[in-house]
């Protein structure tokens, strides 16, 4: 079932930097710099009452956002995160809905701690979809 919106990721250079705002503007409370190494990213995350925007910064040469970086060199909106109650059960579910699930569908731990997947932008409208085991 489709839950809470997670988080918001907003893909750029210099994560730290780029949150800066948020505290020194809103007085929004900003979490200390993450490295991801299996994910390719360096994350930080701004909370706000209802969600989290989660700054993502390359980590590495095979990072998954460099790409997306040479498009859009001053940052921009990388994908958006939905909690869901059974990961596994909305996997089979969205792939036989006909969604495509990146990778080789097995879930990864993400930035919380909880398995993770990635589904394709084309089957949702242009945008890039993580879904997280609530
Ligand atoms: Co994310």
């Not at 980590?59 to 909690?83: M, Q, T, V, W």
């Not at 990778?103 to 949702?124: E, N, Q, S």
Request: net charge negative; aromatic share 6%.
């Amino acid at each position: 079932m489709l839950g809470r919106l997670n988080h918001v990721a907003i893909a750029v250079k210099d994560a730290e930097k780029a949150a800066k705002i948020y505290g020194a503007g809103f007085g929004a409370e900003i979490s200390p710099a993450v490295p991801l190494p299996e994910h390719g990213v360096i994350t930080v995350f701004v909370t706000l009452p209802n969600t989290k925007i989660e700054f993502i910064q390359p980590l590495g040469e095979e990072s998954p956002i460099a790409k997306f970086l040479e498009r859009n060199a001053d940052g921009g909106i990388h994908h958006i995160c939905y909690e869901v109650s059974d990961i596994i059960a909305s996997r089979d579910t969205l792939v036989r809905e006909g969604a495509r699930v990146l990778g080789d569908g097995t879930p990864r731990i993400g930035a919380h701690g909880k398995p993770v997947l990635f589904l394709h932008p084309k089957d949702f409208s242009g945008a890039l979809v993580e879904i997280e085991q609530a």
